[in-house]
Nanobody, 116 residues
């Protein structure tokens, strides 16, 4: 069983920065892509940023230019650098991994709260 362990959430003032980390517990997993989703209160979960094993990245329009996703070569650890945070970025952030068999794995989530 693969577990995704997230860290780095917290409380920050608007305009500030946070860095989230996510590590897959089993390093033999063949990861096709890892990324971050978020879910704000009363809203659906949405994709924030994704990085594939080839290094391709994709971002939600709402975070482009402010968030950066990066990972190690095996894509078993990913980071989300979040700059210029806004109150609307407040959400629980979930790490997600997809392997080459199409199996997906989710972390338990880490809370990011941005206050104005």
């Amino acid at each position: 069983q693969v577990q995704l362990v997230e860290s780095g959430g917290g409380l920050v003032q608007a305009g500030g920065s946070l860095r989230l980390s996510c590590t897959a517990s089993r390093r033999t997993i063949s990861v096709y892509a890892m990324g971050w989703h978020r879910q704000a209160p009363g809203k659906q979960r949405e994709s924030v940023a994704v990085i594939t094993s080839s290094g391709s990245t994709n971002y939600a329009d709402s975070v482009k230019g402010r968030f950066t996703i990066s990972g190690n070569n095996a894509v078993t650890t990913v980071y989300l650098q979040m700059n210029s945070l806004k109150p609307e970025d407040t959400a629980v952030y979930y790490c997600r991994a997809v392997d080459y068999n199409g199996m997906e794995y989710w972390g338990k989530g880490t809370l990011v709260t941005v206050h104005s």
